[in-house]
């Protein structure tokens, strides 16, 4: 309760000062996720990755709900034709999940993916504005390390869903996609690399070319700590990247390669963004606490929280719904039912 006041008092001061100013929006958890914006609805979605939950936060009354699924769940995206079913990465495989009323769900597999690197597992992923599925993987990853060279970013609709194609390849760990307010350029993260890339984006067709590096943190490794995790864009088209261990979320400018601003985290491990609030103008953070010492824990009590950060002078575009089912009923695309 006393960092929450904390908070509070911060964004009133920062927003007096003409700054940011950062408050929290949930309790910590061990790994939040994915933020989504569902605009229909006025609900953000996240998850708790390793522990399989979907969480919907109502912006109205700030109620705060979750359902848990059996395995690592990233991402979470709201489907266009039923809002009330979502699709997301369960493991390897993408599944339908439909949210009762009770706070229970039913859940369906769609497909499978990367059969060839079976302790693989989905890590993030959006929609385009046709409701394609933009779906990426990373390798097995312990406390040893990252298994490289097995991610995958696999471009999915009803067509291809037995088949989805690939994309980029191979990878490691596959994050933060965001495409430009002329829907012409799309921009990606492969996290180890420390770079965002840009490509030229086909809207009819789907197809990527031409790949260029739009922004490089090594260029600021006396300024900036931690690799590159998810991203989202504003209306300027500006990318707002999170940094995982980096402890802030950064905006940087892809036609330039500047780093603009940096707004800092009470968290260390700061996993993804997304813009929302009715008005776009809220930037939500999701933050770890997963990785954290007991030690470190304690000095970061809040990590693992969803934070939204306020007074950034810009706002997000609407972000995408996924166009693959009507319903989880719809057998055009996806067989099995759990």
Known sequence: MEMKVFLILNIICSIAAAGPGVFLITDPVDHSECPTWDS?????????????????????????????????????????????????GLNRSIVAVEWNQTSSSDTRILTTLSNQFPTSRVNDGKADNQGRLWIGTMGYENSSGLTPNQGVLY???????????????????????????????????DTPTRQVVEYAYDEESGIISNRRVAFDM?????????????????????????????????KVNPANGQLLQIVAIP????????????????????????????????????????????????????????????????????????
């Open 155 to 189: 471009q999915v609709a009803c067509k291809t869903l037995n088949s989805p194609l690939v994309e980029i390849a191979p990878l490691n760990i596959s994050n933060g996609m965001a495409w430009n307010k002329a829907n012409d350029k799309l921009y990606y993260i």
């Open 40 to 88: 229909r609805n006025n609900l953000l979605y996240f998850v708790n990755i390793h522990a399989g939950e979907i969480y919907r936060y109502h912006y109205e009354n700030e109620e705060i709900e979750v359902i848990k699924l059996d395995g690592e769940i990233a991402p979470v995206i709201p489907s266009k034709r039923d809002p009330n079913l979502l699709i997301a």
């Open 218 to 250: 090594r260029n600021y490794s006396d300024r900036l700590g931690g690799n590159p995790d998810g991203m989202t864009i504003d209306e300027d088209d500006n990318l707002w990247v999170a940094l995982f261990g980096g402890g802030a979320v950064i």
């Open 267 to 338: 968290a260390e491990d700061v996993t993804s963004v997304m813009w929302g609030g009715p008005n776009l103008d809220v930037l939500y953070v999701t933050t770890s606490r997963y990785s954290l010492s007991q030690e470190d824990r304690l000095k970061q009590p809040v990590a693992g929280a969803v934070f939204g950060v306020v007074g950034l002078y810009t706002k997000g575009l609407p972000m995408n719904a996924v166009d693959l089912l009507g319903s989880i009923d719809d057998q055009s695309c996806g067989t099995t039912r759990n």
